[in-house]
C-alpha cells in the first residue's frame, strides 16, 4: 500500500523550532520529488520546500528560506523539514506529497494526511 505519513507537528512559541518527518511507505522516495506544503486557516494550500536528488539544490519559498531546511534519508524511505526560529505565521496543516520521477513538486501522485503545526506564545 503506497502511504506517505507526516508526523512530528505539535505546539511551539515563536523562536523555537520543530522538525517534521514524511515517512514513505510501497514507494521509493528516489523515484520521487518529495515537497512540504502547507495550509494556513482560511487560506490557500503554498509549497513550502521541495528535494528531488542529492546533485539538486532544493528549494524553497521565499517565506521560509534561511530557516526551514529539507533533507531526505534514503535509508529511511523519510523526508524530513526542519523548522527554525518558527513564526505565528507558519502556523498550518503541513502535507507532504511525491511526484513520480520529476523534477518538481507539484503533488500530482501521492498525499499524506498532514500534520499540524502552531506557532503561539
Known amino acids: 500500500q503506497l502511504q506517505l505519513v507526516e508526523s512530528g507537528g505539535g505546539l511551539v512559541q515563536p523562536g523555537g523550532s520543530l522538525r517534521l518527518s514524511c515517512a514513505a511507505s510501497?514507494?521509493?522516495?528516489?523515484?520521487?520529488?518529495i515537497g512540504w506544503f502547507r495550509q494556513a486557516p482560511g487560506k490557500g494550500r503554498e509549497g513550502v520546500s521541495c528535494?528531488?536528488?542529492?546533485?539538486?539544490?532544493?528549494s524553497y519559498a521565499h517565506s521560509v528560506k534561511g530557516r526551514f531546511t529539507i533533507s531526505r534519508d534514503n535509508a529511511k524511505n523519510t523526508v524530513y523539514l526542519q523548522m527554525n526560529n518558527l513564526k505565528p505565521e507558519d502556523t498550518g496543516l503541513y502535507y507532504c506529497?511525491?511526484?513520480?520521477?520529476?523534477?518538481?513538486?507539484?503533488?500530482?501522485?501521492?498525499w499524506g494526511q498532514g500534520t499540524q503545526v502552531t506557532v503561539s506564545s
Open positions: 510501497g514507494l521509493t522516495i528516489e523515484e520521487f520529488a
Open positions: 528535494i528531488v536528488s542529492p546533485d539538486r539544490e532544493a
Open positions: 506529497a511525491a511526484d513520480r520521477y520529476s523534477t518538481i513538486c507539484l503533488g500530482h501522485d501521492y
